[in-house]
């Protein structure tokens, strides 16, 4: 095992990033007009990298699966993005925001990174304003906030529930300048397959056109991974279906080390499972939790007749109700980070109080919220006395400007009216800390390859905070990789344009020509997606929001023998010489049948519990994750050795000198 350099600059925290960006070296205008950069991914880490690189003169070229940017899975953000930039003058600061991100994370990210996300929040802001993205404003014309979990201010900005749109349509308006300008190419349906090294420096993809079904060489002298995260190797997520691990799998199966792979969200606050017909879970954004209270019935024998229909949640008297996190967590009350509330939603239905037919549902409930509302609009608006259908009105009419989409969103789902009876919701998978290892630069183990946004193994360490993945892809993008990439490239003023003519793009076109032909030639009876499907069981049940030692050495089993049945027996219909869905799907369920085993392997040898995982073994009488700093507190990075078995742990221990190591406390 080997310990890892994260290239962290010295000096003090608020100093590091000027200090760096003030020593890497630049590559003239002139010479950047020479340098050729590959994107793969165009949603919001990605198009903002695209778009800055080329703004700044190199020439890029950008590769999706889906047939515009504007359909990455970045436009499915509701919520918001967080800005330390204190407009509520609530005591908001870079070191608060740095603080938050950091116990948010249960301790277990860098510090250095974390600061410069704080650091560079702001600007972020400033840009996307600069580019039309219409944030909700306060009367006043100043940008509005609102508050998400597991901070003690206000400092998420958003455009409505539609702030992943937004912003993605800022960035991918700045992305087309540049296609105009002739300054990026832009692939769309084109799914990067693999990485071609050359002299150890990353030098190009493999792309299968997944129109014509034709497999394409496109060198460059860096690459940048922005291909978002893998959440879908559970089957069920909130992610969008075609969320996958493929280019991120397949450039660790090169070399470039794959780092807390066991770290998954799981989002408290999501419409529940109805049944085995699902492929999809839909998310219900955190942004409710500022004015939805959280809550099962007090008695199990209520819990039972809501369940069965005898009662309805609306006829139990506010005593009869246990709202749970707020009895837990007092401080923070319904804005405890996702991985607290996900688990206390959990306690509670697996203690048998749960609101619907399965028994994995709790209520969030806002009743108490319209009433406030209602009444401070009827005493601002001069009527006196108001009647409580009057108040209700009010009250549902803030609601509705506030939240109107998602509450859309959840009737047409669950055919229930949100503002009149609470929604019932649960948790499930959301999005997944863990990554490919980049450095303080965002490069990979591979010289010449980064990687930015979900893609990488992140800031926010074994949990992530609400509106901080979207600050932190665009700040990968926007402020950081186009600084750090200049330093790497400034080697390569004089390379010249690199030739896909080589043996080593021969070789690795070959090797996935031979792996589509495999795919193709398997003639079992099985879909993909039976495959899948049951892959997403063992991942959910075994190594899902509560873990133990059995039953992750039985998922290392079971996912590796679904692997070797996957590739005996599965059937993919039609041929590979043009568009084919099923094959598309083939590909990256097979890739999650190996970082499933990863997965579990990672998550079996972290003996602690941290942030979203939760090791049953690991946590104290109250049921809080109990952290080993003494043993755990370091990044494990898994070098790939030929089978997921046999990949090599290697370290990168983490350091908190601006920060003190205790237990996280929301109370
Ligand atoms: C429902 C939902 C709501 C959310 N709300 C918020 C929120 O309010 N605030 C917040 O901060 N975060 C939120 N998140 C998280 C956030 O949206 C994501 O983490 C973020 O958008 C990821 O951006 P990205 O650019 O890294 O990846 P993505 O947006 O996933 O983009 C990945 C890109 O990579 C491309 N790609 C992938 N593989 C390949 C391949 N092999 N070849 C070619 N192209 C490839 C895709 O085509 C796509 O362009 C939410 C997540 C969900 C699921």
Redesign the pocket.
């Known amino acids: 095992m080997s310990k890892l350099d994260s290239k962290i600059p010295a000096g003090p925290l608020a100093e590091k990033w000027t200090k760096h960006k003030n020593e890497i070296n630049l590559v003239n205008p002139a010479n950047k007009r020479n340098i050729d950069v590959i994107v ?9 990298s695209a778009a800055t690189l080329a703004e700044l003169g190199y020439n890029v070229k950008t ?4 047939d515009s ?1 504007r ?12 800005a330390a930039k204190n407009y509520q003058g609530d005591g908001d600061s870079d070191f608060r925001l740095f603080y938050d991100t950091i116990k948010g994370g249960d301790y277990r990210s860098r510090e250095a990174n974390v600061y410069r996300l704080a650091e560079v929040s702001s600007n972020i802001i400033d840009q996307c304003v600069a580019q039309g993205v219409p944030f909700a404003r306060e009367y006043g014309g100043l940008l509005d906030n609102r508050s ?1 979990g597991g901070v003690l201010v206000s400092r ?1 900005f ?1 455009a409505k529930g539609q ?2 749109q937004q912003l ?1 349509l800022g960035a991918y308006g700045a992305m087309n300048r540049q296609i105009q300008r002739g300054k990026i190419q832009s692939f769309t349906r ?4 693999d990485l071609v090294i050359i002299d150890g420096k990353a030098r190009g993809i493999i ?1 299968r056109d997944l129109i014509s079904g034709e497999i394409e060489r496109h060198a460059a002298h860096a690459v940048v991974l ?4 893998y ?1 879908n190797v559970f089957f069920l ?4 279906m ?3 691990v ?3 799998w ?1 450039t660790h199966k090169r070399g470039a080390f794959f780092a807390n792979p066991c770290y998954t969200q799981i ?1 408290p606050t999501c419409i529940p499972v109805s049944g085995d017909h699902q492929s999809k879970l ?2 219900m ?3 409710l939790r500022n004015d939805g209270r959280i809550w099962v019935p007090k008695r199990k024998e209520d819990a039972i007749a809501i369940r069965e229909g005898r009662l309805k949640p609306t006829e139990l008297k506010k005593e009869d109700r246990d709202y749970f996190l707020e009895r837990r967590y007092p401080a923070f009350g319904n804005l405890v980070p996702r991985d607290v509330a996900s688990r206390a939603a959990k306690e509670r239905c697996d203690a048998g109080f749960g609101v619907n037919k399965t028994g994995e549902a709790v209520y969030l409930d806002f009743a108490s919220a319209i009433e406030r509302y209602g009444k401070e609009k009827a005493l601002t608006s001069g009527i006196k006395d108001a009647d409580k259908a009057t108040i209700t009105k009010l009250g549902e009419e803030i609601i509705e400007a506030k939240y109107g989409n998602l509450f859309q969103m959840y009737e047409k789902i669950v055919d229930e009216n949100p503002y009149k009876t609470p929604m019932m919701i649960y948790p499930a998978v ?2 997944t800390m863990g990554g490919l290892w980049v450095d303080y630069n965002l490069q990979t183990t591979i010289p010449g390859c980064y990687s ?4 990488n193994f992140s800031d926010h360490g074994a949990n ?1 905070l ?8 665009l700040a ?2 926007y402020f950081v990789l186009p600084y750090t990439i200049g330093d790497y490239l400034s080697d390569d003023i004089q390379t010249g344009p690199i030739s896909t003519d080589s043996p080593e793009f021969e070789k690795v076109e070959n090797e996935i020509k031979e792996r589509i032909n495999k795919l193709m030639s398997a003639s079992g009876k099985n879909s993909v997606d039976y495959y899948h499907k049951k892959l997403g069981k063992i991942m959910w049940n075994k190594c899902g929001m509560a873990r133990n030692e059995a039953g992750l050495k039985e998922a290392i089993e079971e996912i590796a023998a679904l692997r070797k049945d996957f590739w005996e027996n599965v059937n993919i219909p039609g041929n590979a010489d043009g568009m084919n869905t099923e094959l598309e799907k083939a590909g ?1 369920v097979a890739d999650f049948l190996e970082l499933g085993e990863l997965f579990a392997k990672d998550a079996l040898h972290r003996n602690e519990s941290c942030g979203g995982h939760f090791r049953e073994e690991y946590q104290s009488p109250e049921g809080e994750a109990m952290r080993d700093d003494e043993n755990f507190a370091y990044v494990g990075a898994w070098e790939y050795k030929g089978e997921p078995k046999d990949a090599v742990l290697h370290k990168e221990d983490l350091v908190f000198e601006n920060v003190k190591l205790v237990t996280r406390s929301y109370k």
């Open positions: 793969v991914g165009t949603g919001l880490a990605g198009a903002s590769f999706c699966y889906q940017p359909r990455a899975h970045s436009i499915a953000a509701q919520g918001g993005i967080n998400f998420t958003y702030t992943g993605l084109h799914e990067m397959l792309a922005a291909t978002g995260g959440g997520s909130t992610m969008a075609g969320c996958n493929t280019a991120a397949r989002h839909t998310l954004s955190e942004s959301h999005y930015a946004g979900e893609a992530r609400g509106a901080s993945a979207l600050m932190q892809g990968d993008g990256r």
